[in-house]
């Protein structure tokens, strides 16, 4: 059994106007000039080292409660949970023609993508039995191995879509700081929606490895 829990760190924008690219644009023939030589918006995707740790022993009934279930109505032998976040920054570089109403820029975006803590914790039943714990645990890494291809998936594909999700060419507004919000609120709404995605996507795949054929080979699996 897997559980999952969604953080988006969205609170953590750094949005950094570079002041030193700033300047007024006079006369505004030269305005689209300095917007043409602003350098390109670059995209840069981090996947944070994914890493495993097995927790403290605890009983059938407290995994259970931790897995969302009813003590007596279900048995829990082994639950496997992780934090699944993302953390942007955002960085622009801006041309302001003040006199005009009117500003461009580009930005530097870096998301950072995270599965951890992955935390595996088997019940303490299990300790009297090795065959079954060892079957729980065999289990449980197959929850552990979609939470890293979940992982290693959502970077890859946010690396090919935000570029074309917010725009790799030069953006307008009417001033600095009306781009910088326009720009960030499109960027927060993006990473917020893929990441929901994913989300339900990591309950799919994770309901899939508890399907009732394999519920019934870790049953089987020691002899009585």
Known sequence: MARSALRIVLAALAACLCTGAARAADPPASFET??????????EI???PFAWVEGEALSIDQLTVR??????????FGLTTA??????RFDIRTIDDRGAGRACGTVDVRVDLSMQPVTVNLAQE???SPCARQATM????QHVAVFRQVLADAARDLAGELPGAVGGGVQRGTDQADLQQRLAARINDYLADFIRQRKRLLDE???AVDSPQEYQRVKAACPR
Do not use: I, K, N, W
Request: proline fraction near 8%.
């Open 138 to 141: 065999e289990h449980e890494l």
């Open 67 to 76: 897995g969302g279930y009813t003590p007596g109505v279900h048995m829990t």
């Open 205 to 207: 795949r994770q309901a």
């Open 34 to 43: 300095l917007c043409a030589e602003l350098p390109p918006s670059r995209f």
């Open 46 to 48: 981090v996947e944070a």
């Open 126 to 128: 299990l300790e009297v």
């Open 83 to 88: 934090s699944f976040s993302s953390r942007m």
